[in-house]
């Protein structure tokens, strides 16, 4: 399953399917992007291996400057990926893009967020090392999960998002801690 609708928290049992549907959209972004995309990877729960996760794909996309990609955002939209500017104030120094259907206004469903980053960024760095991290050590990645089931049964649906990402802040950054060697953190908290 991939998706879900906006305002609900519920994770799922980790699927193959979100790997397979993460390389898809590398690809297509690959295509109407082409050498302004740095480097891109999946990121967030549904690229760690182990865990139950909300089926929404984050892909992590590294750029020199931000206006290399705006200057596609007719290209990215025809393709599906709706540009969030509104939400750039709940992260800063990134651009949001976002697919699913809520975004043309035929449903309410989430599918894909697009987290636009500048190259070698402490943005960039936190999003590889977080999932790098839980990926290689189990214990922390079955901490994690344990936090998100805990968090998404006490606010499964509207503003119940806002709380589990709230949530989750201290495990998070205490994990980019460890992941980075105990040096201090900096950058944006990731919003999975």
Same mark, same amino acid.
């Given at each position: 399953?991939?998706?879900?609708?906006?305002?609900?928290?519920?994770?799922?049992? !980790?699927?193959?399917?979100?790997?397979?549907?993460?390389?898809?959209?590398?690809?297509?972004?690959?295509?109407? %992007?082409?050498?302004?995309?740095?480097? /891109?990877? !999946?990121? +967030?729960?549904?690229?760690?291996?182990?865990?139950?996760?909300?089926?929404? /794909?984050? /892909?992590? %996309?590294?750029?020199?400057?931000?206006?290399? /990609?705006? #200057? @596609?955002?007719?290209?990215?939209?025809?393709?599906? @990926?709706?540009?969030?500017?509104?939400?750039?104030?709940?992260?800063?120094?990134?651009?949001?893009?976002?697919? +699913?259907?809520?975004?043309?206004?035929?449903?309410?469903?989430?599918?894909?967020?697009?987290?636009?980053?500048?190259?070698?960024?402490?943005?960039?760095?936190?999003?590889?090392? @977080?999932?790098?991290?839980?990926?290689?050590?189990?214990?922390?990645?079955? #901490?994690?999960?344990? %936090?998100?089931?805990?968090? #998404?049964?006490?606010?499964?649906?509207?503003?119940?998002?806002?709380?589990?990402?709230?949530?989750?802040?201290?495990?998070?950054?205490?994990?980019?801690?460890?992941?980075? +060697? +105990?040096?201090? @953190?900096?950058?944006?908290?990731?919003?999975?």
């Amino acid at each position: 399953m991939i998706g879900l609708k906006r305002g609900t928290v519920a994770l799922c049992e !980790h699927e193959k399917e979100w790997e397979l549907e993460a390389q898809r959209t590398i690809s297509r972004l690959k295509k109407i %992007l082409g050498d302004v995309i740095k480097d /891109i990877q !999946h990121v +967030g729960s549904t690229s760690i291996l182990s865990i139950k996760a909300k089926p929404i /794909i984050d /892909i992590a %996309l590294a750029v020199d400057d931000f206006d290399d /990609i705006l #200057a @596609f955002e007719k290209e990215l939209k025809d393709a599906g @990926f709706y540009y969030r500017p509104q939400a750039q104030a709940s992260i800063r120094g990134q651009l949001l893009f976002a697919c +699913g259907n809520y975004y043309d206004g035929t449903g309410d469903i989430q599918t894909h967020f697009i987290h636009v980053v500048l190259t070698n960024s402490m943005d960039w760095i936190n999003y590889i090392n @977080f999932r790098d991290y839980l990926n290689q050590t189990p214990s922390a990645a079955k #901490a994690y999960e344990d %936090l998100k089931v805990s968090l #998404a049964a006490q606010a499964p649906v509207d503003g119940g998002r806002e709380k589990y990402l709230k949530g989750k802040h201290d495990f998070i950054v205490y994990t980019l801690r460890k992941a980075c +060697g +105990g040096s201090t @953190f900096s950058g944006t908290i990731l919003r999975k």
